[in-house]
């Protein structure tokens, strides 16, 4: 009998495949960023409640039709603040056209995802920093962050390398713009 030869695992895909064999407690959700696994509680109404005017504006008002997944896993390429390679946002937006979501792998990669939205929550330095490191990274085009705690909305664009060269915040309350495919204004006043 002759031994087989085994494949030598990378510390990441260690990580992941403990992260994808994760039974978490009902209602919660892990996380892996960072090289790091944690447990996510159910988020609270408010959070919700902001992913669902973000949702309602873009399939309401984009000039471009979208599809949205929620917890979607994506693949984007690793690098400083962002080594595990996947993360999970909050919100995933792709251009209807492309059918993306249909037949993904649990992990997909991030190509053709037209925008990714955060909303604050358990770890706002997570969402404000490490997420937008990551995202960038992927490249993603456009990151929307929803800052419950400074009550202020970020839009993140232009990618390049491990971070966006533009970003524009502005209070709940104003609108701020998004730009091609969306081309419209997302109005914030109903965050407050």
């Not at 944690?38 to 399939?59: A, M, R």
């Not at 909305?153 to 990618?159: A, K, N, R, Y």
Request: glycine content about 8%; charged content about 25%; proline content about 9%.
């Amino acid at each position: 009998m002759s031994a087989v030869p085994h494949e030598r695992l990378s510390q990441a895909d260690v990580l992941l495949e403990g992260f994808e064999a994760l039974d978490p407690p009902e209602g919660f959700r892990a996380e892996l960023l960072q090289g790091e696994i944690s447990l996510k509680p159910p988020p609270d109404g408010d959070h919700e409640d902001c992913i669902g005017l973000v949702l309602g504006q873009v399939l309401g008002r984009a000039k471009t039709d979208m599809d949205f997944s929620a917890h979607k896993g994506l693949k984007l390429r690793g690098g400083r603040g962002c080594p595990a390679k996947h993360v999970i946002p909050d919100g995933t937006f792709a251009p209807t056209a492309l059918r993306l979501y249909r037949g993904a792998d649990p992990w997909m990669p991030c190509e053709g995802v037209a925008l990714v939205v955060e909303v604050t929550s358990s770890n706002p330095a997570a969402d404000r920093e490490a997420k937008r490191h990551c995202y960038a990274r992927g490249p993603i085009p456009l990151y929307l962050l929803v800052d419950r705690e400074e009550s202020a909305v970020t839009l993140f664009s232009d990618p390049e390398g491990d971070d966006y060269r533009q970003h524009r915040t502005v209070p709940f309350g104003e609108a701020v713009r998004l730009p091609e495919p969306f081309s419209f204004d997302l109005e914030t006043a109903e965050f407050i």
